[in-house]
Nanobody, 126 residues
Framework: QVQLVESRGGLVQAGGSLRLSCAAS????????MGWFRQAPGKEREFVAT???????YYADSVKGRFTISRDNAKNTVYLQMNSLKPEDTAVYYC????????????????????WGQGTQVTVSS
């Protein structure tokens, strides 16, 4: 069993930056693919970014060039650096993990992941 705990989000002005972190329990974190998703009120959960065990990354078009996903296997932590934030980035952000090796085409789907964090609110004001 893997437990994921996201850092506190926050309120930031448009154009600002925020870094989220997600700490994972378990000894095999380095072999997990990790993902970030978000869900705005009244909308479905949507893919944001993913990082495979190898360090390969993939992003949603809406965040490409603004967000960066990274991982520190020594700390069992995955990060999401969010720059140039926009009001439309406002959502609850979730980290997720899977021990299975999937392609990026699969890692964009929420159903691919086995473990989820509790979510953290990010609000971007205009």
């Amino acid at each position: 069993q893997v437990q994921l705990v996201e850092s506190r989000g926050g309120l930031v002005q448009a154009g600002g930056s925020l870094r989220l972190s997600c700490a994972a329990s378990g000894r095999t974190f380095s072999s997990y693919a990790m993902g970030w998703f978000r869900q705005a009120p009244g909308k479905e959960r949507e893919f944001v970014a993913t990082i495979r065990w190898s360090g390969g990354t993939y992003y949603a078009d809406s965040v490409k060039g603004r967000f960066t996903i990274s991982r520190d296997n020594a700390k069992n932590t995955v990060y999401l650096q969010m720059n140039s934030l926009k009001p439309e980035d406002t959502a609850v952000y979730y980290c997720a993990a899977t021990a299975r090796q999937f392609s990026f085409a699969d890692l964009v789907a929420p159903g691919t992941y086995d473990y989820w964090g509790q979510g953290t609110q990010v609000t971007v004001s205009s």
